[in-house]
């Protein structure tokens, strides 16, 4: 294969692989208080580490954290679809400081606990959340796990799949045949 070849093929992959980068699976996530335990009314910092079920890291997310009092029955809901979910007193966005970790700094008021909702909008049409309790002037919190279901990352048009499906292969067997007729090498005789 020439170079022009395989330059065409690794940008082929790469467009592929770029479309390919959603959460179409279950993630896995933890999240961190720094210092440990946060103190009501000091600044502190939220981690928040996201993984595949294959463990590898998730990156590129568009991840935000909105923090609520606890509601009454010391329950919290289970996602923002629910209709009797108070204002947060924060909604920040995490920004990822390495790969598949996302940090953002907070300030709560008061102590106590609070539900801390993680939403993952990577993706305009779907979002996944999960929800975590944070105790804030108590006992250290160590890791608190969550896990965000998975979005559906299918395209909103009827355009994109016709892309897809025709468009895609057609540019394909155009590459290839490019290639073979560039070659300028006669097939090879068959016994």
């Known amino acids: 294969m020439t170079a022009s070849g395989r330059r065409a093929a690794m940008l082929a992959a790469a467009l592929a692989l770029s479309f390919a980068a959603a959460h179409a699976t279950l993630v896995f996530g933890v999240v ?3 210092p440990d335990p946060p103190v009501a ?3 502190f910092r939220l981690a928040i580490v996201l993984e595949d079920p294959s463990l590898a890291p998730v990156e590129d997310a568009i991840v935000f954290v909105e923090l609520r009092p606890m509601p009454a029955g ?3 809901p289970p996602s923002t679809e629910a209709p009797d979910l108070p ?3 924060r909604d920040v966005r995490l920004v990822e400081v390495e790969p598949a970790t996302y940090r953002g700094e907070f300030e709560l008021p008061a102590a ?3 539900h801390l909702l993680v939403r993952d909008q990577t993706f305009p049409w779907e979002e996944a959340n999960a929800s975590v309790v944070l105790t804030v002037g108590g006992e250290p919190v160590g890791d608190l796990p969550f896990i965000l279901p998975p979005t559906q990352v299918a395209p909103r048009s009827l355009w994109t799949w016709v892309l897809w499906l025709v468009g895609l292969p057609l540019a394909a067997g155009l590459v290839v045949t490019i290639l073979v007729l560039r070659s300028g090498r006669p097939p090879a005789a068959r016994p």
């Open 32 to 34: 961190r208080a720094d």
């Open 41 to 43: 009314g000091e600044a």
């Open 74 to 76: 010391d329950v919290p």
């Open 87 to 89: 204002p947060p007193l």
């Open 112 to 114: 106590g606990r609070y």
